[in-house]
Structures are given as structure tokens and as C-alpha cells.
């Protein structure tokens, strides 16, 4: 199995930044792209980012283009996101999943990490 971990959520101010990593092992290429999620408090889990492992092709949720950076270091078996010009609204556990199809549909993502918290203060 695929073992996705995130890491690099925390505490900052609005307007501020930061990098989230999610490191992949086991059979890692299993997964043709990755994607970032949030979940707030009381709310449903939403897509922020995808991104490819062939090729890079990138998508992004509105709420966020122009302000998050999918990226991602096949070498390391890394996906980066980039947060920039955080605001309180992007409050959330945000999660690393793997999908094993091309087409960005919510069920092609079955490996899932454990998530990380980011918090954002006004």
C-alpha cells in the first residue's frame, strides 16, 4: 500500500505563508496524480489542488488560484503546496490523496494521508 504523510501546517497571521509536503511510500507511481484537500470544522472536505506526476499539469479550486502553488519533486515522491496570502477562510486540516486514474473525479482518490492543520489568524 501507499503511505502518503503531510507535513508542514501551523499557526500564521493572515496574509502570511506556508509549504505543505506530502512524501509518498510503498508503490507510489500507482498514483497517476495528486491532490491537496481541506476540511474546515462542520464543513465537507473540498478540493484545493492537483497536480500530475507525468508531464506537471496542474488544476486549482478558485478559492485558491493565485495564491497556492502545486508542485511537485518525483525524485522524492513529493507534492508541494505552496500557500501564499493566507487569509482565516483557508483554515482547515488539509490532506494528500493519491489518485490512480488521470481524470480529476473525487472517488479516483482512495489513498489518503492523515492531514495536517492549518490555521490562519486575523
Known amino acids: 500500500q501507499v503511505q502518503l504523510v503531510e507535513s508542514g501546517g501551523g499557526l500564521v497571521q493572515a496574509g502570511g505563508s506556508l509549504r505543505l509536503s506530502c512524501t509518498a511510500s510503498?508503490?507510489?507511481?500507482?498514483?497517476?496524480?495528486m491532490g491537496w484537500f481541506r476540511q474546515a470544522p462542520g464543513k465537507d472536505r473540498e478540493f484545493v489542488a492537483a497536480?500530475?506526476?507525468?508531464?506537471?499539469?496542474?488544476t486549482y479550486a478558485d478559492s485558491v488560484k493565485g495564491r497556492f502553488t502545486i508542485s511537485r519533486d518525483n525524485a522524492k515522491n513529493t507534492v508541494y503546496l505552496q500557500m501564499n496570502n493566507l487569509k482565516p477562510e483557508d483554515t482547515a486540516i488539509y490532506y494528500c490523496?493519491?489518485?490512480?486514474?488521470?481524470?480529476?473525479?473525487?472517488?479516483?482518490?482512495?489513498?489518503w494521508g492523515q492531514g495536517t492543520q492549518v490555521t490562519v489568524s486575523s
Open positions: 510503498g508503490r507510489t507511481f500507482r498514483a497517476f496524480v
Open positions: 497536480i500530475r506526476w507525468i508531464g506537471g499539469y496542474t
Open positions: 490523496a493519491g489518485n490512480k486514474r488521470t481524470v480529476n473525479y473525487y472517488a479516483n482518490y482512495t489513498d
